[in-house]
């Protein structure tokens, strides 16, 4: 039932008097009314702004929080009052809900923020009036988008390179020239391979002087046949090279072959095979000369190295309808005009309009404003026509085009924008981590400071002393109290990163020694057994990776056997270290690296507390 | 403040404004029935009238003012809803929301009947608070006129069969189809019988006021009935 109607039920259930008489049996009880007074101002407080509303109007939407049990939750004793912590802006709007029944969205929020404040009082978007549900979706929309090319963009820059098979890591060298040395390179190669075979391609045809013997003027290319031949034969060399490792590399090959960019590779290589297996025979030297012409086409393979190139391509597609209607109205247009000038110009002696089709030049020329005058009109109907010919092909042929501008334009900001937020985002990852790295900083002073001491005495009583000083805000030192729970908790304890990356060398030389494959490299195993979400989260990665994760908490291990040889002969012992997975202590997204000696003897050692940091197994978690 | 009848208002208006054109009248009236305001009698007046309290006024009113507009809109039903006054339309959407499962038109049509007490076609806020007083602060007799007043579709003083089967349909019609036991077609006709053998005395086929009085205050079920609804407000 509608909440609107709430006000209204007392009139239905008194107009049922109307079945009593009709009636042939006693009626029910009614419910007793429990709460005598519904009547009553309520006071909102929200974060200060203050509300009034009478409690009927609340309850007109009982499914919602203001309109429930759920609201007492937020009852302030003192001052008689519901206080709510939340946007005083966006609160207005929600409560003109409970009193018009129509929620209405303001332009000027952030959707985000009126969506969050949505959720919190309880109440669906779907009811948002007719007026304003469009612009809501539109910007919701918009703002979804946004946010799956970010995370679009975090994928594709930040997975890792160790698990990738050599297929996918070609395919990303190849779509991604950035990420390594040798795509780089291999993509600067194959631009200059590109332009010498497009210039090669021009110079042929420059005339180059006279041959001693011959009257006729040789152009470059049959004068210096040998070289040119040789230059083509490299160029395509490397192009067909490309062409297969890319075919290799494609994840779905049928779907490569199909896409445009492969399309203009195997064209732009062609003509040289075709002139390959064909002689130099008379009859096919035209066909031949034909396909040379397609060797241009090797200038689109610019459009890999060229985003502008690509929004240009990418604009013509989609104004497709916009083009067709310009050629369309063109098309009639000049057909039009070619007849009446063909027909003006009958008469007149001499006149080159022989035909129709011999007029649509004139119109074409006309129209565009181009006039190259080879052919006039002479007779004065044919001057008139041709006047209204060239007035009418300005504006035929302005009208579709601030279309197709304000297209480009759209693509190419968005594109822009795209490029904006990737540098803006590295450098907001930077500011972000380094608070991060403040924050666990801090608490490593805390540690360092107060509860190094390795017996639990000692170390509370540091603890008080810490507490006693109060240097730090309440809030930080209930946030260490609780990391130090934590590391209580998992025999664990946090480091900092150099710390972690010296004991990391560590395992893999005392691995290496332990003639086992270092654990780095073990490392794939590890990451394959996560699940791909903690992939891109998490990282165990090499000291080399410094673009992933927003923030990183180093767990390390504490073995409670403290010698390091013992250590080191367990790992002997097993032929290696097992990887486990289980995320039971800390954060799903851990990983832990354990000898699985250290949980057998853990109960059998007390907690000594002592941290030896030569033998740690190091973690490194990234803290959610 | 006396409440004008809309064409009164309408009238006054353009005997000031003096801008009335005859030709193009009709556009603007229509522009200006639909702004014309209703606004009630004094609560003073009212409460003297009903038998209602102050408070309980207030609440009846805010209830008929507000939800009026605000409920169409949820309905998306495009109406005009001038503000003070319930036509028929919005009479029978607001009924239909407390019977989502059957169709509650006629029965609410019959209820708008009763309720616009100047027949003008639309209940004001006095009609509605007159109608609750009645079944809510009246005494039994005043009820069971009221309902009879529902009864008697036509108002000539006496309820005939036709006009009873109507009723009876538009009550069965509110159950909808999914009942049980299935709804049968001869449900409603059967009721009436039963009806009429209980209230005609006279057997003349035609239910007069005094019959239906004196039958329902001989039925000890219908005279509880009554009084079940004391505590809506």
Known sequence: MAGGVAAWLPFARAAAIGWMPVASAPMPIPPKDKRKSQEGLIILNVSGTKFQTWKNTLERYPDTL?????RDFFFHEETNEYFFDRDPDIFRHILNFYRTGKLHYPRQECISAYDEELAFFGIIPE?????????????????????????????????TPVNLTPREYLWRAFENPHTSTLALVFYYVTGFFIAISVMANVVETVPCGLMPNRSKELSCGDRYALAFFCLDTACVMIFTFEYLLRLVAAPCRFKFMKSVMSVIDVVAIMPYYIGLVMTDNDQVSGAFVTLRVFRVFRIFKFSRHSAGLRILGYTLKSCASELGFLLFSLTMAIIIFATVMFYAEKGSTASKFTSIPAAFWYTIVTM???????????????????????????LVIALPVPVIVSNFSRIYHQSQRAEKRRAQRKSRVAKIRAAKIRGTNAYMRYKHSGVMDSVEEASKEAGKLLVSKATSPPFESQHHHLLHCLEKTTNHEFVDEQTFQTNCMEI??????????SSLASSPRLSSCCSRRHRKKSSFSLPSTNNQELSTIQIRERPVVNSRSSLNARLNDDGGMTLKCDASYITPSMVTLSPPAVTSSGGGDGPTGSITYSQSNIVRVSAL | MKT???DQSLSDSRELDGSYDQLTDSIEDDFELSTVCHRPESMDKLQDQTKFTKKELQVLYRGFKNCGCSLLCLCFVPQECPSGVVNEENFKTIYSQFF?????????????????????????FEDFVFGLSIILRGTINDRLNWAFNLYDLNKDGCITKEEMLDIMKSIYDMMGKCTYPNM????????????????????????????FIESCQKDENIMQSMQLFDNVI
Request: with cysteine; hydrophobic share 25%; charged share 30%.
């Open chain 2, 4 to 6: 004008k009848n809309r």
């Open chain 1, 508 to 517: 893999s030389m005392m691995n290496k020694a332990g003639s086992r494959s």
């Open chain 2, 100 to 124: 989502p499962q059957g169709d509650s038109s006629m029965y609410a049509h019959f209820l708008f009947e009763a309720f616009d007490t100047d027949k003008n076609g639309s209940v004001s």
């Open chain 1, 127 to 159: 009811i948002i009036g007719d007026c304003c549900y469009e612009e809501y979706k539109d910007r919701r929309r918009e703002n979804a988008e946004r946010l799956q090319d970010d995370e679009e963009m975090d994928q594709s820059n930040d997975t």
């Open chain 1, 66 to 70: 203001l309109g429930s049990t759920e």
């Open chain 2, 184 to 211: 049968q077609d001869e449900a409603p006709r059967e009721h009436v019988e039963n009806f009429f053998q209980k209230m005609d005395r006279n057997k003349d086929g035609v239910v007069t006021i005094e019959e």
């Open chain 1, 368 to 394: 565009t404003t181009l006039g190259y005058g080879d052919m006039v009109p002479k007779t004065i109907v044919g001057k008139v026509f041709g006047s209204i010919c060239s007035l009418s092909g300005v």
